[in-house]
């Protein structure tokens, strides 16, 4: 009895020590207080640790078992064609994540990661072939685009925030991010204008490409949370890159003239005839090396740490019309399930398929310009149609596609 009286009035937080006049709350447990605010950190440390644990044991998963012709495999139900690329990309994926996986053992042999770079036209699939190998893996994937970047110190988005995205993705937890996949995007766009290096500051160009040096390779970087430029006052996360999976793409427009340059070389004297390799004019990327990206405008340093270069091939008319209709996301499957939730079943004739078809080949714009037609074709349906509940089919055949054409502005557009 004398114990009670003597604690009512003097009951403090066995945690932080508050006493009962200061906190609004205070839990009683068998020998022990807490507080409401020690409460809530409590909650929020719990929070944490299950959340870390759950995302390392269930959302992202190391895929050691998938051997590269299982993800090229996947890799084929989305993507149509370049068949090239997704041999080099499988293995590059597979020996990444196997690096990953190997055990300590005592011969001291170290495997190195082999970073891809992706040449193609736009409309060729670079993105679509990162995004759709990263989905698959169930690992931290970003999507990044090297435009906006300029060297420390001027305005623009320093490099490190590349891995901003990446953290957000897997929820700020470090471990996870490094062990992602980022992939940067317009590669080309930070080329240096010219082969000679510039008396001048190329802070958008040569500058960031030797900002991302070190971290290709393997090194400690400061990364902003949050994203954007980094301030004295902001908390900055370090992230480890070693471990970390870079895919680089670009159209490297121009490119072709300095292959053709290259390949037209011949030394003095006489050739056999059977010495003669027959050229592809319409494909001249399949020739591409290091020492062509290097004239285009990287730096040797930054070609050396992207060792795996493969191409894409332009798309034809016999792939375009695949696109259409092959892949599990296909274009023409998306058109037709917007419709059937308006309750209208929409077809596409051979015929309308293979004037779309025949129009991207015409605009030069690759996969992409695929849903430019498709969308200048359907949109006055998309307008007029939903409500109508008499109409319940909806058939595009190759007069209605040029009919709705020719009225667009796309009309305008020409081959380049």
Partial sequence: MDFNKRNKYNLRCSFCGRDKTEALILVAGIDAHICEVCVEQAQDIIDDELGKKQLSQGEFDIPVALTPKEIKVHLDKYVIGQDESKKYLSVAVHNHYKRLAQEKDDDDIEIEKSNVLLVGRTGTGKTLLAK??????????????ATVFTEAGYVGEDVESIFSRLLQVCDYNVELAERGIVYIDEIDKIARKQDN?????????EGVQQAMLKMLEGTEVHVPPQGGRKHPEQKLVKVNTSNILFICGGAFDGVEKIIARRVNTHVIGFKGADDEEEIDRDNLLQYITQRDIKSFGLIPELIGRLPVLTYLEPLDYAALKRILTEPKNALLKQYKKLFKLEGIELKFTDEAIEYVAEKAIEFNLGARGLRSICEAIMTDAMFELPGQKKIKELIVDRDYAEGKLNKSKLTKLKAA
């Fill in 197 to 205: 290096p510039s008396i001048t500051r190329d802070v958008s160009g």
């Fill in 132 to 145: 759709t190998i990263a989905k698959f893996l169930n690992v931290p994937f970003a999507i990044v685009d």
